[in-house]
């Protein structure tokens, strides 16, 4: 009988049999490590673990600590649930079902609309696949007999996957009796593997996107290696429901979207707006500051200027329709780069001059589809707090220092004290996708590693992740409730500069290319505003919270001195109101908690007489009687040096 030679992850080279399977080798090397193993890599791949080895190989296993095996873990509960669907609802067209961050999507097509009995229905008939511990099984088909057999079952979608993604033979896995799939896999043997997932819930989407294309029906679910974990998320989950900043933004009044105005565009009623202004406010004064010139542009411009940038091709899907007026075409903008790249390009730079940081909170327009749309974190119309950076070789290490220092600092300032930094590069110049030589793509991943390490950064490398025009550093901030958040983004561009022929003058006398840094902190002013809601869940810290504190009149006899002590309040700064109704105090005080204000000063016939207010704490409750001057004290301090939420 022929052998194979198996390298192991320690370096160590065993001989096996033709035909052995990754899990062979697994209980070769434990019996532990068997029972553990979910997915296998070989040669770099990722690898089924029943799948035989088809030559001499180096082979390692992966296990519920390896993120990868998660990944392959979510794809086969997908396949679960489709397998499922099929079983209950025979007439169903498959779509795609991918694994993703937080679990697995399938995207179905049926005329009948699945209600939440049908999503029941589906968990339980995945427990009865897993139970029957049905085997994964791929098998390789020639791909003139696969778009046959697909056409013949109407299955046009996968005829054209197939089409698009299929070599001359292509692998396809099958479960149970009734689900067969196009899919390059791997998978976990069998269906018991799955220990422990949940069907979550049901929304519209279109095939690949297009709103043009078949309407589907996407059905979320989730999975993890163990009930705990599984029973982790849920409890997450919940509590993200009571943060949902949507649910939130309606509740107190600070934001909405409006039918009549279309969707994705935002609307900041007066409480919402105060807390934008705040945010706004806050970052101008720092860019200030920080040596940043402030710039305003417009919201249009001739779309020769996107066709210069690059835009009006690459990025045509994503923008607004051209409008056509007396001159020329014009279009809403997606970007403000073109337009500080006008700005940097309007007179003759010199070395001396560099660097020229410009920025503004601009306005920018994006076509987003109607099914990716979600509240304030996705939408059409959104101001980025925006900056450029224009500046010589020499300077640009001490620049991202910078932006980096800059971006940790909004952390900590807006309590966020938990984040992750990820360094995105690219592959050397191998696939020919990324712009800029292989002298400018050193020079700027090595400033980016610099900057990481002056700071102490802990960074994770993303190996050819960056954007096809430069290495970029993308911050994310982990919530309240643990969630990671894009946040903070500094990215290099060597194809703008080239584009618009962009100069300085150096000490040379000589015309050299600038480098250029895209830096945005906030990401979008929507954005970050909608997570600070659910970060707080409402309850903004002093400083940010719209109204700071709300005076309580017990009677008619009081509302003179309540008046008092808010137009007090008021003079010094504090955002005071006055609820003045003719209820009773414990309604008032129990709407004000509602409402999430800091403060409820309750006043009464005592505090009218010795010029004090009873103070209540929307979280510790009752913190007793004080003189006004003593209250505005306290929460000056908590307003001027921006506390936490107590």
């Known amino acids: 009988m022929s052998s194979i030679q198996v ?36 040669n770099g791949e990722l690898y089924d673990l029943t799948r035989p080895l088809e030559s001499d190989a180096k082979v390692e296993i992966l296990t519920p600590k390896d993120p990868e095996a998660l990944e392959v873990y979510r794809h086969s509960a997908a396949h679960l649930m489709a397998a499922a669907v099929l079983e209950l609802f025979p007439d169903t067209k498959l779509g795609i079902g991918p694994a993703t961050e937080n679990g697995f999507y399938y995207d179905f097509k049926r005329d009948t609309p699945f209600t939440a009995e049908d999503l029941q229905k589906i968990e339980e008939k995945m427990r009865e696949l897993q139970a029957r511990d049905l085997p994964y099984e791929r098998k390789l088909t020639p791909k003139e007999e696969g778009l046959r057999k697909y056409a013949e079952m109407g299955e046009h979608m996968k005829c054209e ?56 029906q996407r059905i979320y679910g989730t999975a993890f290696f163990t009930q705990k974990e599984l029973e982790d998320y849920l409890r997450q989950l919940e509590e993200a429901k009571k943060r949902d900043h949507r649910k939130l933004g309606k509740e ?25 202004k705040i945010l706004e406010d806050w970052m101008r004064e720092q ?4 040596g940043y010139q402030p710039v305003y542009t417009p919201h249009v411009a001739r779309a020769d200027l996107w066709k210069t940038s ?57 076509y987003e589809r109607s099914g990716v ?23 640009i290490e001490d620049e991202v220092v910078g932006c980096l220092q800059f971006a940790i600092d909004v952390l900590h300032t807006f309590g966020f004290d938990d984040y992750a930094a990820e360094l995105s590069t690219w592959d050397g110049g191998a696939s020919g996708k990324y712009d800029g030589s292989a002298e400018q793509w050193q020079l700027a991943e090595n400033a980016l590693h610099r900057a990481t390490e002056r700071l102490n950064l802990k960074v994770k490398v993303m190996p050819d992740e960056a954007a096809f025009y430069g290495p970029k550093i993308d911050v994310k901030l982990v919530d309240a409730i643990g969630r990671l958040w894009q946040l903070s983004t500094v990215q290099f561009d060597f194809t703008l500069p080239h584009r618009f ?30 997570i600070l809601v659910e970060h707080y869940a409402g309850a903004f810290p002093v400083w940010l919270a719209p109204v700071q504190a709300v005076v309580l009149p017990i009677t008619d006899r009081h509302v003179e001195y309540g008046r008092k002590v808010m137009q007090q309040l008021q003079q010094a700064g504090v955002r005071a109101t006055l609820d003045d109704r003719k209820e009773k105090v414990n309604l008032k005080i129990r709407e004000a908690q509602l409402q999430k204000v800091p403060f409820m000063l309750v006043v009464g016939d005592r505090e009218m007489e010795s010029g004090a207010v009873a103070v209540r704490n929307r979280k510790h409750g009752d913190q007793g009687a004080m003189p006004v001057a003593e209250f505005l004290s306290r929460i000056r301090t908590l307003i001027d040096t921006k506390a936490p939420a107590e």
């Open 287 to 290: 860019c200030l500051a920080r």
């Open 252 to 276: 107190l009044d600070l934001f909405s979207i409006q039918e009549l105005a279309g969707p994705g565009l935002i609307f900041f009623h007066p409480k919402g707006a105060i807390v934008r």
């Open 161 to 216: 996957l197939i089409q698009e993604r299929a070599g001359e033979v292509f692998s396809e896995y099958t479960l149970g009796p009734h689900f067969i799939d196009f899919c390059r896999g791997p998978h976990v043997p069998s269906s018991s593997y799955i220990k422990a997932f949940k069907v979550l819930s049901l929304a519209g989407a279109y095939w690949r996107g297009d709103e043009k294309g078949d309407q589907m």
């Open 373 to 395: 749309m979600h509240g304030l974190m996705r939408v059409r119309g959104f101001t980025q707090d925006d900056a450029h950076i224009f500046c010589t070789p020499e300077q």
């Open 7 to 42: 390298t192991l992850p320690d370096g160590s080279r065993q001989s096996f049999p033709a035909g052995t399977r990754p899990i062979d080798v697994a209980r070769a090397i434990s019996p532990r490590l068997a029972k553990e193993a979910i997915v296998a890599r070989v």
């Open 501 to 530: 022929g962009l100069e300085y003058i150096g000490e040379d006398g000589k015309a050299h290319q600038p480098l250029m840094v895209h830096r945005a902190l906030y990401g979008s002013v929507e954005r970050f505003f909608g």
């Open 310 to 366: 690059g835009h009006y091709n690459f990025y045509a899907e994503n923008m607004f329709t051209r409008m056509s007026l007396d001159d020329a075409e014009y279009q809403l903008k997606p970007m403000n780069c073109p337009f500080h790249i006008l700005i940097y390009q309007d007179r003759l730079r010199s070395y001396r001059d560099l660097p020229v940081r410009l920025a503004e909170l601009g306005t920018v327009y994006r």
